[in-house]
């Protein structure tokens, strides 16, 4: 089968481009603990003597990862406009509140590929059997792949997170629930240069992207990380990814602009999670959250306003801020179907298969090597 089929509407057939593919040129960088955190697949204990080598050499990641970050949070605080990128919302706390947001009422992206899922699960499992390692990125909690461990009972599930310990608990939980699959950790920040463990079998690998997270990548970034995701991927591998469609921009202010503040409260403990990583004094109570939505590049914008003159130091830098001066913290992008069908092909996917909800909101797309 080639080219798009849909459950509902025809889609035409998006073109193929030839683009040269990444091979395995990625280092392993790693972020917060080990480079690879692992489940009992492994027979390195995670932690050990500092006589170790190895060990002392994931220390030294570790560190050169802090570093890299603190670069980044400095040149972002720097900018003309300051930014900090979506991934610094994700620690503990942030882990949690995301967690909160996705069963808020007005936040209908996860409930709404979770309903796509459910309804074609069939449909789905047949374009996608047989899998032999179901990897995913932004991993999180372990919730949404539950159903595919189910209904394609993989051998080895590899969840890649940026959030260490919080996947590691998760990627626990779903290896005593699913026995005898073999689960492990990655900590690693998959927008930097990453790879997977070398002993993670190439062959039968679904890579599963879901809950539309490709959004916070502008064209470009989302571009070229569908590249390397098809460079993990042999000739029989696919990636199942999940993406927010152009809806009523009322309803996306809605989602990202919730009536009980949980998004707001993520939106600030980015602030919190920036102090610790860079040992900047950002105090909270000067923020406002704001969701603003950016018709001509399609994607929801999130800001934190100050609310009166502040002035931030972090070790040997500081910067102010004017009353009302704000900071972006994220971008979610809403991409046409057809927009983001033509960059599958041009990342490498020949064959895809999309399934949607009712209204058109939100979209699962299965897409072959
Ligand atoms: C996890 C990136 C998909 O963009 O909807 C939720 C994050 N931000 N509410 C999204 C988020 C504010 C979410 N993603």
Same mark, same amino acid.
Do not use: C, H, I, M
């Given at each position: 089968m080639d080219g798009v089929s849909m459950p509902e509407n025809q889609f035409p057939r998006a073109g193929r481009l030839p683009l040269p593919l990444p091979s395995g040129r990625f280092v392993q960088r790693s972020i917060a603990r080990a480079c690879r955190q692992t489940l @009992?697949? $492994?027979? $390195? &204990?995670a932690v050990s003597a500092p006589k170790n080598p190895g060990s002392r050499r994931r220390l030294e990641s570790q560190r050169e990862t802090q570093r890299a970050l603190q670069r980044e949070l400095r040149q972002g605080l720097m900018q003309p406009v300051a930014q900090i990128s &979506?991934? !610094? !919302?994700? %620690?503990e706390r942030g882990c949690a509140l995301f967690e909160q947001i996705t069963r808020? &009422? $007005?936040?209908?992206p996860t409930r709404t590929e979770d309903a796509i899922m459910a309804r074609y699960e069939q449909a789905m499992v047949e374009a996608m059997a047989p899998c032999q390692v179901l990897i995913e990125l932004? +991993?999180?909690?372990c919730e949404k792949v539950r159903r595919l461990c189910r209904s394609l009972a993989p051998r080895q599930f590899v969840g890649v997170d940026i959030a260490a310990d919080f996947l590691a608990r998760s990627v626990q939980r779903l290896e005593q629930d699913f026995a005898p699959m073999a689960a492990r950790a990655v900590a690693a920040d !998959?927008? @930097? %240069?990453w790879a997977l463990p +070398? %002993?993670?079998?190439? +062959?039968g690998r679904l890579l599963f992207y879901p809950g539309s997270s490709i959004g916070n990548f502008d064209p470009d970034q989302a571009q070229r990380m569908l590249a390397r995701m098809r460079g993990l991927l042999g000739d029989d591998g696919a990636l199942l990814i999940g993406i927010d469609l152009p809806k009523p921009r009322e309803v996306l202010i809605a989602a990202y602009d919730d009536a009980q503040g949980v998004t707001a409260a993520f939106n600030s403990n980015a602030l919190q999670h920036v102090n610790s990583v860079l040992g900047s004094d950002f105090d909270l109570q000067d923020w406002a959250h704001e969701a603003r939505f950016d018709t001509s590049c399609s994607r929801v914008e999130m800001h934190l306003r100050a609310l009166r003159p502040v002035i931030v130091g972090w070790p040997q830098g500081l910067r102010q801020f004017a009353e009302g001066e704000t900071i972006h913290t994220e971008n979610s992008y809403k991409y046409p179907l057809g927009e983001f069908l033509g960059m599958l092909s041009r990342a490498g996917f020949d064959r895809k298969r999309v399934w949607t909800d009712a209204q058109n909101w939100y979209a699962v797309i299965h897409a072959h090597a």
């Open positions: @009992q697949t $492994e027979s $390195e &204990p &979506p991934k !610094f !919302f994700y %620690d808020l &009422p $007005e936040y209908y932004g +991993a999180g909690n !998959f927008t @930097q %240069d +070398a %002993d993670v079998p190439r +062959a």
